[in-house]
């Protein structure tokens, strides 16, 4: 599904400044995208966003040695977002929307980690006890979506449900990273969407969750990767979700209970994080197995995942 270039517009205006008090893998404010060029065969590419819903400077056109993912480009580390920078400074390679096609910001990563009962109101809702530590889980790689992709309808289920989370995703490698140099580690932040399927997630399967969040197309993602100098809080900023134009979810990522610092440092303890590891870090109220009655997806809805400063991913339900 095509995104409304005039919705983003409307929707986001303002244009963060960098915060040199906290700068992460990126000493420069950027909106990273990846993309696919009309007539070139399907071929990824990775940008650089003139602005929120604007042109695309296209980085390998710009510098024919830098690579075509987002991945490969993180792994480069400074030298990659340095030449992503002056890509965008220098105005040239600009290629329109209207040539692009939109994709994930980041495809196949090694790991795609998600934290549950994360939001103070979430749990609230529920009459949930407040977690004492992370509630770790996955979703597989193959889960993740484009921005303005359609979300699948399984045959297998009949309760799916939508979560507008915050995403972010890392920027090198580490093991063992203490909270103070986590962000250090964070490329930057995202907009998700944690689709799940209810009834394999709380009824079946021995209520175990993977397989209920797993479904091929239950993680939309995107529009763009915003480095995290171009994100004066991430843990100030409004988080949305519309269906069908409704809204269903309106909170704010200061309810969440542990902050992205907290995650980094809580998962390295376990596996090694290596750039474009993704995380997911929860959803607020609003999700609709908890009304009264429950609400639940069906063809022909349309989900809209908005956050503050980062913008918006829009999927139909299919």
């Given at each position: 599904?095509?995104?409304?270039?005039?919705?983003?517009?409307?929707?986001?205006?303002?244009?963060?400044?960098?915060?040199?008090?906290?700068?992460?893998?990126?000493?420069?404010?950027?909106?990273?995208?990846?993309?696919?060029?009309?007539?070139?065969?399907?071929?990824?590419?990775?940008?650089?966003?003139?602005?929120?819903?604007?042109?695309?400077?296209?980085?390998?056109?710009?510098?024919?040695?830098?690579?075509?993912?987002?991945?490969?480009?993180?792994?480069?580390?400074?030298?990659?977002?340095?030449?992503?920078?002056?890509?965008?400074?220098?105005?040239?390679?600009?290629?329109?929307?209207?040539?692009?096609?939109?994709?994930?910001?980041?495809?196949?990563?090694?790991?795609?980690?998600?934290?549950?009962?994360?939001?103070?109101?979430?749990?609230?809702?529920?009459?949930?006890?407040?977690?004492?530590?992370?509630?770790?889980?996955?979703?597989?790689?193959?889960?993740?979506?484009?921005?303005?992709?359609?979300?699948?309808?399984?045959?297998?289920?009949?309760?799916?449900?939508?979560?507008?989370?915050?995403?972010?995703?890392?920027?090198?490698?580490?093991?063992?990273?203490?909270?103070?140099?986590?962000?250090?580690?964070?490329?930057?932040?995202?907009?998700?969407?944690?689709?799940?399927?209810?009834?394999?997630?709380?009824?079946?399967?021995?209520?175990?969750?993977?397989?209920?969040?797993?479904?091929?197309?239950?993680?939309?993602?995107?529009?763009?990767?915003?480095?995290?100098?171009?994100?004066?809080?991430?843990?100030?900023?409004?988080?949305r979700c519309l269906v069908n134009g409704d809204t269903v979810q309106s909170s704010n990522t200061d309810?969440?209970?542990?902050?992205?610092?907290?995650?980094?440092?809580?998962?390295?303890?376990?596996?090694?994080?290596?750039?474009?590891?993704?995380?997911?870090?929860?959803?607020?109220?609003?999700?609709?197995?908890?009304?009264?009655?429950?609400?639940?997806?069906?063809?022909?809805?349309?989900?809209?995942?908005?956050?503050?400063?980062?913008?918006?991913?829009?999927?139909?339900?299919?």
């Amino acid at each position: 599904m095509r995104h409304p270039l005039r919705i983003l517009k409307s929707l986001f205006l303002h244009r963060p400044t960098a915060n040199p008090q906290r700068r992460g893998v990126c000493g420069a404010g950027m909106r990273l995208v990846q993309f696919h060029r009309h007539g070139e065969g399907g071929g990824i590419r990775v940008g650089v966003e003139q602005g929120e819903g604007l042109s695309v400077v296209d980085l390998k056109a710009f510098e024919p040695s830098m690579p075509s993912t987002m991945r490969e480009l993180l792994e480069l580390g400074d030298k990659g977002l340095e030449c992503a920078q002056r890509a965008l400074s220098s105005g040239q390679c600009v290629v329109e929307r209207s040539d692009i096609t939109l994709l994930s910001p980041v495809l196949a990563p090694e790991k795609v980690v998600c934290v549950g009962m994360n939001y103070r109101d979430h749990c609230l809702e529920q009459n949930a006890p407040i977690p004492k530590e992370p509630i770790i889980f996955s979703k597989f790689p193959s889960a993740i979506t484009g921005p303005y992709d359609d979300i699948i309808l399984p045959a297998e289920s009949q309760e799916v449900d939508w979560e507008v989370e915050l995403a972010f995703v890392i920027g090198r490698r580490g093991k063992h990273i203490k909270a103070e140099d986590a962000l250090s580690y964070v490329a930057g932040f995202s907009v998700a969407n944690d689709v799940s399927a209810r009834d394999w997630q709380m009824k079946r399967n021995g209520k175990q969750w993977l397989l209920g969040k797993t479904f091929d197309s239950f993680c939309p993602l995107g529009p763009a990767l915003v480095t995290t100098d171009a994100v004066r809080d991430p843990h100030n900023l409004g988080v949305r979700c519309l269906v069908n134009g409704d809204t269903v979810q309106s909170s704010n990522t200061d309810q969440m209970i542990f902050k992205t610092e907290a995650l980094v440092a809580w998962v390295s303890k376990f596996v090694t994080l290596i750039p474009g590891d993704v995380f997911l870090t929860g959803t607020p109220p609003g999700v609709g197995v908890f009304r009264k009655p429950p609400i639940f997806l069906k063809k022909g809805d349309v989900v809209e995942c908005q956050i503050d400063q980062l913008g918006s991913i829009i999927n139909k339900v299919v």
